[in-house]
Nanobody
Framework: QVQLVESGGGLVQAGGSLRLSCAAS????????MGWFRQAPGKEREFVAA????????YYADSVKGRFTISRDNAKKTVYLQMNSLKPEDTAVYYC????????????????WGQGTQVTVSS
């Protein structure tokens, strides 16, 4: 079992920044690739970013490329999502997730999920 707890969400003006954190506990953190997803009201959960177990491979959705940065600290069992130049359309609940196999951008590939943290970007 892996437990994931997100933090760092909040309300920010357009153009601002937030840094989300996801702390993991339980089984070995380095066994898992990590991903960030988001879900806006009335919309499906969508892929945001993912990072491989070693941090050597990183993937982004086109909508956030150049603005968001995913990273991980395996010693701290934590994955981060630095979000810059935020836009109102980034407003959503952000979830971190862990997977041991499957495709990085597909939610069903992920085995464990956090409870989510709300990000609201005002115009």
């Amino acid at each position: 079992q892996v437990q994931l707890v997100e933090s760092g969400g909040g309300l920010v003006q357009a153009g601002g920044s937030l840094r989300l954190s996801c702390a993991a506990s339980g089984r070995t953190f380095t066994m898992y690739d990590m991903g960030w997803f988001r879900q806006a009201p009335g919309k499906e959960r969508e892929f945001v970013a993912a990072i491989s177990r070693s941090g050597g491979s990183i993937y982004y959705a086109d909508s956030v490329k150049g603005r968001f940065t995913i990273s991980r600290d395996n010693a701290k069992k934590t994955v981060y999502l630095q979000m810059n130049s935020l836009k109102p359309e980034d407003t959503a609940v952000y979830y971190c997730a862990a997977k041991s196999g499957g495709t990085y951008s597909v939610p069903n590939s992920y085995d464990y999920w956090g409870q989510g943290t709300q990000v609201t970007v005002s115009s």
